[in-house]
């Protein structure tokens, strides 16, 4: 289930959207302070943050930098009353869903929403890609490693056992072990899964 984490010191707020979330199917977890969500926040759960701008301990902005930084790619909504373009603008460059004023429409909060929805699950498939491809590559032997980034480089075999100090044999050897292991049947299979992964090569 999609959970929206919701952030705001009025409790007034809180329990009004809470109900309303509720009400359309979603998981809500609120709470009264920034440091109190991020004490309890689980990244590991799909959902969003709607985030007010102003609160006394950290205010919004803020929580939306310390959730980059620490790696949560938590979608964040901003629902605030205090907004003006400047904060507005700092939050969609630091990659906000959306940024709406109170009162703010239940459609466009609803819309706002689903496509933190979307971005969550856009974001999560692609952890679980790099996830998968970074266990594979962890299955390879030292020496596979190496020959790896060579290959990706663009390096020819016989070129590879020259930099290895091998013989050329030794490194088809090694180059089929490793394509096996990591499931490609070519070099621009092999690229495109480096580049994923995010794994340095070898320049030529």
Do not use: W
Not at 105 to 125: H, T, V, Y
């Amino acid at each position: 289930m999609f959970t929206v984490h919701l952030v705001d010191d009025d409790p007034s707020v809180l329990r009004a959207l809470s109900r309303f979330l509720n009400a359309k199917g979603y998981e809500v977890h609120p709470f009264a302070s920034a440091q109190e969500f991020l004490d309890l926040h689980d990244s590991t759960i799909p959902g969003c943050a709607i985030l007010d701008l102003s609160m006394p301990d950290l205010d919004g902005l803020k929580l939306q930098q310390i959730l980059a930084a620490s790696g949560a790619q938590r979608p964040v909504i901003f629902l605030t009353g205090m907004g003006d373009i400047p904060a507005s603008v700092r939050a969609m460059r630091a990659g906000a869903i959306d940024f709406l004023t109170k009162p703010a429409r239940k459609e466009d909060l609803l819309r706002a929403i689903s496509r933190a929805e979307a971005s969550d699950a856009r974001d999560r498939q692609v952890r679980d890609e790099v996830a998968a491809v970074q266990a594979k590559i962890a299955t390879l032997t030292p020496r596979e490693r190496e020959v790896l980034s060579h290959v990706v480089a663009g390096k020819l075999n016989k070129q590879i056992a020259g930099d290895l100090g091998t013989a050329e044999k030794t490194i088809k050897f090694h180059r089929s072990r490793m394509m096996q292991k990591l499931g490609v049947r070519s070099v621009a299979d092999l690229v495109r899964l480096a580049e994923k992964a995010g794994i340095s090569v070898t320049k030529a």
